[in-house]
């Protein structure tokens, strides 16, 4: 959406924003107070469905000067240091970390802090000598980062093999219960040891990290890939250029039909979304001069040629939702039979508009946009009735059983990244194998990523970051807080009611 | 010959049924009577006399042609049926023939390591259990039985064969007439036998003061149990939410305490025990 001047003085004025976020909130309300049409070519049709909020650009802004995310590969940094910032390939663990929360610096995003921070169990386990003091030096980096990138997109991975390092981070993480970083255990269940594997399902369900993703999945899907930000599977050593979203929830309201929907207003739409892309892209690739003057692409940690964009949908429960509602039946999205098949119908068309599609400058990606399952945001009202992703909507959910054998279905589309999160009572933290056994039959039917999380922690999932339920209460109450993603959580909780999320019990 | 059985339950993921995430079935009818059963609605089937019938606030249960009929969608959770029930039965069971059972197992397969049949007492149904844990092996998923111990081992000699495991309890030597209406030291000759064969995962006995004899209880496993280091003892506290008011009443003074179960797990440690757990949910 484009800005007008006045969110300048409310911007500088505000009690419940604090610097870091007012000076980056000036920055994105300057980029939105350009004309697209001008800027970027967007054309009448583009920007009527952006008027109608059925196309969302997450407030990307209209002059992408970087891409929306960068993943870079960090063993750069071990084999040949940096020269943009005098640093020479690190020799002991200390010099490594060191060298990380530098560059981490240096990292450009769409917030403007790293969405990727290395896989950092083997970035460090070359360098760990002494189990007992190392354990103090990689806590006190991990809570550094916590505090220094306030912003819980910022992600790590881990696995997966298992290491010496990986299982220091993993106890680090569950003894500090930060929500920064985020962390992914990348899990194949023919590499990664059990004993690991269910040390990270522990932490998962204590202090709701790391998720798992499917690696073998995205690996035969992306090839050589890292898991950044929500849960984004991205190529390692590039990333993604952008990533709007169409929210279906509002793209179905009025049609009369699923017919009409299908074969008229969806492709439109859709089609719409993946012009509006190319133009961004040109004008990044073309005319920001990103590529041409960043010292990452310089200096190998990125390359263009890694680059892909990102094709979001949200609101698909709420589309389903009102289209079952057109065929007079009282089900909801979650709980019916007819609503996956309607639901299925929807993805398989944007699935289709979007691969007809040619992309320019995605020849990693065979020239094409990657569907995502975009976790959602507070932007504007029509978010309300737009529920993240695929999801069901909360208070809709079935049992877990029922649940995870609907969801799982869904994954298939979203090469880019999907994931569902499932909280679990207290009785599954002394069964972490029973959370596994649940894990690996998802990944079993071409589930892509699981998150579980202990209902009664402080530390919870919102949609596909991680907030301090105690953070986010001070940010409703309207005092500054640190991270931006605790004030998105506000939002995404007082309209989704995330936090009354189904408890599992293992009944029916 | 079509088999057929009354299930009272199935909890499609469980973490306390067995290793890992397991799908139990609880079928209907048991064999005893103890005091402090928890399930006392899983004892007998129904007798179709209809008194639920008009206490039901939703009309999920009707009476037709002399039969009590079941309508799950209407059924908000109320269990006023249960507790009105003077037949220790429950209206709302399911009749299954282990086709529709298979089925049901089968499409949370992907998700679970194993089933475990409970109940009641799951070998009253020993023959249905056996024709269906045949198929269940199909699937790959291990096959659990939970029993009472009460049971007359050369009448289900091909479900044993089937079965993996076996969790067994032994509620108790010399009380057991008072607690559960049985006169028998058959659960300790099963419990021998099954450990003889070695398919036996966990016995368990729920502690609950002076209605078990609990020393000599705890003694009887322990000696045979020393020679089986894979075998866990579970020892489980008495409690009593969910039970009824009757029974809380009768069983308030007899919940052990913390700093007791503790002992009694030092207790049994010291006998040779290798895998002792307690248990006090």
Redesign the interface.
Known sequence: MKSKATDILDIATSKSLTYQQKLFNLANTAERLLDPREVLDYDEIEMMYIEKEMICDLNEGYVPYRPRYIVPDYSVLLSKGCDFLDLKPPTDLDELLDHLLILYRHIPSITSFPVFIGDLDRLIDPFVTHEEKDYKKIKRFLNHVDKSIPDSFCHANIGPERTKAGDLILKAVIELENPTPNMTIRYDKDKTPKNFALKAVEACLKVSKPSFSNDAKYCRDMGEHRIVSCYNALPHGGGAYTLPRLRLGTIAKGVQSLEELLKDRLPKVTKAMATMMDKRIKFLVEESNFFQTSFLVREGYIQRENFSAMFGIVGLADAVNQLLKLEGRQERFGTSKRGDEIGHSILKRIQEVANNHEAPYCERTNNRYLLHAQVGANLSEEDTCNTPAHRVTVGDEP????H??QAIPFHEYFISGTGDLFAFDE??LD?P??????I???F??GGRYITTYLHNTDLIRVTGYLVKKSEVKKAAAGEAVLRDTDILGYGTNSIAHVFERRLRK??? | MKYKAEVNKIIPFSNVDGPGNRLAIFFQGCNINCSYCHNPETINCCSHCGTCVSLCPTKAIKMVDGKVIYEEALCIGCDQCIRTCGFNASPKTREYTVDQLYEVIEGYAPFIRGVTVSGGEPTQQAAFITELFKRVKGLGLSCFVDTNGFFNKEDMIELIQVTDQFMIDIKGINTLETLCGKRSKQHLENLQYLLSIQKTYEVRTVVALEMVDIKETLTSVASLLKNHPSVTYRLISLHLTGLIPFQKENLKDKVPSKAYMEELKAYVTALGVKKVEIQSN
């Open positions: 049992i877990l059983p029922l995870i054998k009785t599954y069964k194998e029973a959370v596994l056994d649940i690996e039959g998802a079993s039917l293992d009944e029916i």
